[in-house]
Structure formats: structure tokens, C-alpha cells
């Protein structure tokens, strides 16, 4: 018999409350995007009050500016990730109910649309402010694995973004849909890759862990460095667990079990990897790029 680990019973609500018939509830979700901004923000106002870790030993910004770069992130972040949910993953279905696509209490973000969105953000607080895009960006990869870290845990706690059927001993028996038969692998009782788990430690934990000890041996003085390991380092490692992540059900086909968006078999791509690609070239390039400078 397959060795297996049942989902924990763990509620996708923290609390509810109902007032005058409408139900109200803190998610894990929103607590994850909650304490990566809040933990972000804290870092990056840390950071400009050490000057010595920049060019010049001349932070960026004034450490009470982060609070605008804050805002700009959060609606860059929403906004971002939203639509590209709705253009990259689902078009046909926000074509066809527009109604819908504010509807995000009902799930549907992208990592790779969120980046975009928070891209945008900050080049518009620095084109307001005068502060040097590269380095913001530099301070601002700095922190993203820690909302990626919160982001997957979410992820896995709300049972959704599951891996695909396995029988490695560690596999986890998500429930509802996750949990009905796939491929024989157990019947009845299907048991996968606890994918997001996989990213929240390469995502989230060795890609912070990277970036850590690149800034403590002064990469930040070379503008570029940061931002470029870290679009190289999120590539790699969303492009690896891709292989262990469910297909997006709407690509997979009877003829496209793998719901690859190109090519087939072993050298077919996802939608997740075929974004990834972009991000490992700039990051490559913006390496260096720095390199040179330097």
C-alpha cells in the first residue's frame, strides 16, 4: 500500500463574521499578501537607513518615502495579477463574462502578471520621485521571496495549485477535485506532488537565502545584481516545479493530457515555463549588464 500524507484540516478562513447578511472572512491568502507587504515594506525602509549598502554610500530614497513605493506595490501587485490571470491564463472565459474579472474574491492571480503590474508601480513612483530605478528594483527583488514564501504556503493551505498524481512517499491527498481517481496512481484516493510546497522552499527560502548573502557581501552597491539573480533564480525554480504542477485544466486536452502551450512530450512547455523564459533572459542580461558596469 501507498505511503501517503492526508491533507491537514486546516480552514481556508482564519475567522468569519456575518453582519446584516453578508459574510465576512480574513483568508489565509489575504494574510499572506498582508504579512509579505507588511515584512517587505519593514525590510526596504531598513535597508535606506544603511547607506553603506549602496553606490556612493547614498540610499535611493529617504526610508520615509517606502511608505509611497508601498502603495504603488499593492495596487501594481492587485491590478497586475489579475489581469494577468485573465490574459495569459483564461481569456476566452473573461471574454465571454467580463462581469467577472473583478471578481477577485473567487480566486485567479499570476505571478508573472503580478511582476508585470508591480514593474509598472515601481517605474511610475520613481519617475515621480527621481529615485534610481534600478536600485529600487534591486531593493525590491531583495524582498520578494518573502511573499512568495507566504504566497505557496497559502496556496497549499487552500488546497488549490496542486501537484500532479505521484507515489513518492510524500505525496499528499489534497481534497475535492484534487482527491478523485487520476491514472490508477491510487485509486479513489489520488495523492500528488505537494507542489506548492516545492516552490515556497526554492521560490521563497533558497532564492531569499541567495539574495541574503549576495546583499551582505555588498551586491547592491552594483545595481542590477539583485534584480537580475532574482529573475534568474525565480525562473529556474518556477520552470523546474512546473514538471511536478498540475496542468491548468483549461490546456489540457484529451490529445494534450500535459496541458503544454507548445511543443509536446518531454520538450512541451506549460503556460508557467513559457513565461519563465523572459524572466531568466532579462535577468541573465541585467548580470551582465552589472557585471560590466562594475
Known sequence: MQAVIPFPDISSELFSIDIFGVHLALRWYALAYIAGLIAGWRIIVTLMRRPALWPGAQAPMAAEAVEGLLTAIIVGVILGGRLGYVLFYRPDHYLAHPGEILQIWQGGMS?????????????????????PAMQVSD???????????????????????????????????FPGEAAQDCAGVLPGNCARHPSQIYEAGLEGIVLGLVLLVLVRR??????????????????????????????????????????????????????????SLPMLAAGLWLVLRARRAA
Open 111 to 131: 505571478f508573472h502578471g503580478g511582476f508585470l503590474g508591480v514593474l509598472v508601480a515601481g517605474l511610475w513612483f520613481c519617475r515621480t520621485t527621481g529615485a
Open 139 to 173: 531593493a525590491m527583488a531583495f524582498v520578494a521571496p518573502i511573499g512568495l514564501f507566504f504566497g505557496r504556503i497559502a496556496n497549499f493551505v487552500n488546497a488549490e495549485l496542486w501537484g500532479r498524481p505521484s507515489s513518492v512517499p510524500w505525496a499528499v491527498i
Open 218 to 275: 555588498g551586491a547592491l552597491r552594483r545595481p542590477g545584481i539583485v534584480t537580475g539573480v532574482f529573475l534568474i533564480g525565480y525562473g529556474l525554480a518556477r520552470f523546474i516545479v512546473e514538471f511536478f504542477r498540475q496542468a491548468d485544466a483549461q490546456f489540457v486536452t484529451p490529445d494534450n493530457p500535459a496541458g503544454h502551450v507548445i511543443g509536446t512530450g518531454a520538450i512541451g512547455l506549460s503556460m508557467g515555463q513559457l513565461l
